[in-house]
């Protein structure tokens, strides 16, 4: 069940344009757990901006972590449709980056380089993509500068994961937007 859930991954992602929007195309090595509540994400799933206006919890089963790992992950999440799909001069709009997560997924652990920000596509600008992506640390930690005052927008994952050697081992994502 694993191999299946890793290989609809991609699948979605590709139908979906994630790739090659967001990232490039990948070898997953993890499934990535995102609940709001009681709610979760499910490659493409649809949320309301009420549903996601506060952190969501995190999981992650990485397949070569044991008990004793001292691995650590990144975690992003970013909209590639700001302002709109149809025009996203915007993308990619940084809505959150935990990075140095320990491999038990314990975020109270790590390190934030910006406070979560919900969901909140302009009216009328249609349905947005939500994107989380996973990363592997190839080092147990980085110093991550906090990145609170710099602008949200046009940021760029693949820039960011280059300049830090992550490795993207899994994403996910969910649909939202204006009531």
């Known amino acids: 069940m694993l191999i299946t ?3 609809s991954i991609i699948e979605s992602l590709k139908s979906a344009g994630i790739i090659p929007d967001v990232v490039d195309e990948f070898k997953p090595e993890a499934l990535l ?9 499910e490659l493409g799933n649809k949320f ?5 206006n506060k952190a969501p919890d995190v999981n992650f089963v990485f397949k070569k ?3 004793n790992d001292k ?3 990144t975690l992003m999440m970013v909209d590639p449709d700001a302002p709109s799909p149809k025009n996203p001069t915007h993308r990619e709009w940084r809505h959150w980056i935990v990075g140095n ?3 038990d997924g314990n975020l109270s652990e ?7 920000m919900g969901p909140s596509p302009p009216s009328e600008t249609g349905e947005h993509r939500y994107v989380f992506l996973l990363y592997h640390q190839q080092v147990p930690h980085i110093d991550y500068p906090r990145l609170g005052k710099v602008k949200r927008n046009n940021f760029k994952a693949r820039q960011f994961a ?3 050697s992550l490795k993207l081992i899994s994403a996910n994502y969910f649909m939202c937007k204006s009531d």
């Open 5 to 7: 859930a890793i290989e």
């Open 110 to 116: 790590a390190t934030h380089l910006d406070d979560y």
């Open 162 to 164: 280059e300049q830090y």
């Open 33 to 41: 757990d995102i609940k709001y509540g009681e709610k979760k994400v």
């Open 71 to 73: 691995s650590r992950f």
């Open 101 to 103: 997560i320990p491999s």
């Open 65 to 67: 972590s044991d008990s």
């Open 48 to 52: 309301t901006i009420d549903e996601t």
